[in-house]
């Protein structure tokens, strides 16, 4: 029996689907102890969007801790978050005309989901808040009562509370209004439903499936949390950090969220870190009324500074996302083509995936894939979706050979019988 089997619990889960034991990992490739390469389009579930071991970022975190550089300071001032707070301010929040005030939660995204839940409650006075079906928010318990998923909500063990799930945009078909429905419940005091604090977005439902809402379902959705006075959350955290193409992905819509949860990517080497932004006026917390021992993660401060000054002092990655999404998602139209019955293909920017009516089928082309040196994940409730997140700064010729493997997996499961409905 080997060590992990020994002693790790059984709630361990990728290394299942992805059984290798890893040893390094360069740019979009990991490589196991017996030296097999693996083209990575899972890219830490979104929290590689520069790939592993990015080298700007690598000189400047193996400088920073060369040098003694702080690594743990709760939430005291250091020089590295100095550098992150004025360089953020300067080229991410300043050129896009957001003013928000930046939180530091503890290091992980259901951490800066927690904080944004109890800010909102705080200065709205309401327990209620708005989440949508398929929306994944985090493990924790606050978190974890937005999340749909019912197997994942089944292992809290205890009642999820004070959270009404809402029709996300297309969820009852394309003809159906979900924004109108939503108002109409807010409007009837005797809807059942107690006016929210906020509504909880993700702009694409990533671990629900890849799920896109439309420029006009959010710019409906926004207006409306104006109109009752609900603070609206957008949760970044999968999608954020130039997953879509700009740095936020509610970007291109000109709209401004009330608060913004960012984590995964944010550091850009896979350290753990977030962020929740709030507006100004919003900044209502005593000192210390939420805090945690890993806020304020000075490494990641160093890498985060040196991925905003390495990738978005200009358009260069976003356009090159751009480019990769077209690339992608004529890949995935042709896969789609091979397979009987309606496939969707669905996503922005460089997360995309496929909806297949047999969930086994996404599964077993995950697994065909691997085998064949692909490591790419499914997502959805029954996990019929097979999703990709290859780092945004994939080389074309990698991408390119990464989308092949996945066409040639596709096709393979597509001849067997058994795996197809």
């Known amino acids: 029996m080997d060590i992990f089997e020994a002693l790790e619990s059984n709630v361990r889960g990728y290394c299942r689907t992805f059984p290798a034991i890893f040893n390094t990992a360069k740019d979009h490739l990991m490589i196991?102890?017996?030296?097999?390469?693996?083209?990575?389009?899972?890219?830490?579930?979104?929290?590689?969007?520069?790939?592993?071991?990015?080298?700007?970022?690598?000189?400047?975190?193996?400088?920073?801790?060369?040098?003694?550089?702080?690594?743990?300071?709760?939430?005291?001032?250091?020089?590295?978050?100095r550098e992150f707070l004025t360089?953020?301010?300067?080229?991410?929040?300043?050129?896009?005309?957001?003013?928000?005030?930046?939180?530091?939660?503890?290091?992980?995204?259901?951490?800066?989901?927690?904080?944004?839940?109890?800010?909102?409650?705080?200065?709205?006075?309401?327990?209620?808040?708005?989440?949508?079906?398929?929306?994944?928010h985090g493990m924790t318990l606050g978190s974890l009562a937005l999340t749909g998923n019912g197997g994942k909500r089944a292992g809290a063990g205890v009642p999820l509370?004070?959270?009404?799930?809402?029709?996300?945009?297309?969820?009852?078909?394309?003809?159906?209004?979900?924004?109108?429905?939503?108002?109409?419940?807010?409007?009837?005091?005797?809807?059942?439903?107690?006016?929210?604090?906020?509504?909880?977005?993700?702009?694409?439902?990533?671990?629900?499936?890849?799920?896109?809402?439309?420029?006009?379902?959010?710019?409906?959705?926004?207006?409306?949390?104006?109109?009752?006075?609900?603070?609206?959350?957008v949760d970044d955290i999968q999608v954020g950090c130039g997953r879509t193409g700009p740095f936020f992905s509610f970007e291109p819509f000109s709209l401004q969220p009330d608060i913004v949860c960012l984590s995964k990517s944010l550091s850009g080497y896979g350290l753990p870190f977030a962020l929740t932004l709030m507006k100004p006026e919003l900044d209502v917390f005593e000192p210390g009324e939420h805090n945690g021992t890993f806020r304020g993660h000075n490494a990641a401060f160093v890498t985060a500074t040196a991925s905003i000054k390495?990738?978005?002092?200009?358009?260069?990655?976003?356009?090159?996302?751009?480019?990769?999404?077209?690339?992608?998602?004529?890949?995935?139209?042709?896969?789609?083509?091979?397979?009987?019955?309606?496939?969707?293909?669905?996503?922005?920017?460089?997360i995309q995936g496929i909806q297949f009516q047999d969930p086994a089928i996404a599964t077993s082309i995950s697994k065909e894939a691997y085998s064949r040196g692909l490591i790419i994940e499914t997502s959805g409730p029954s996990d019929e979706v097979v999703k990709l997140l290859p780092p945004l700064t994939i080389c074309e010729s990698a991408l390119i050979e990464g989308l092949e493997i996945l066409k040639e997996s596709a096709l393979a499961v597509q001849k067997t019988p058994t795996c197809v409905s």
């Open 32 to 81: 196991d102890e017996d030296g097999n390469r693996y083209i990575d389009f899972f890219a830490g579930a979104g929290s590689l969007n520069y790939g592993h071991n990015p080298e700007p970022l690598k000189r400047k975190l193996i400088e920073y801790l060369s040098k003694d550089g702080i690594t743990h300071a709760l939430d005291m001032s250091t020089c590295a978050k």
């Open 87 to 136: 360089t953020f301010n300067d080229v991410i929040l300043e050129p896009r005309g957001l003013d928000y005030k930046v939180m530091f939660p503890g290091p992980t995204g259901t951490n800066s989901v927690e904080a944004a839940l109890k800010l909102a409650r705080k200065v709205t006075g309401r327990h209620n808040v708005v989440s949508f079906t398929n929306g994944f």
């Open 161 to 233: 509370a004070n959270v009404t799930h809402m029709p996300f945009c297309n969820y009852l078909g394309s003809e159906a209004d979900t924004i109108a429905n939503l108002e109409r419940y807010l409007e009837d005091s005797s809807s059942g439903m107690d006016l929210p604090a906020a509504f909880i977005i993700e702009t694409v439902q990533a671990e629900g499936g890849v799920n896109v809402a439309t420029k006009q379902w959010l710019v409906d959705l926004f207006a409306l949390a104006k109109k009752y006075d609900v603070l609206v959350i």
């Open 310 to 350: 390495e990738y978005w002092e200009d358009d260069s990655l976003s356009r090159k996302v751009n480019r990769h999404s077209k690339i992608i998602r004529d890949v995935l139209l042709d896969i789609a083509a091979e397979f009987d019955g309606e496939l969707e293909v669905r996503g922005r920017g460089m």
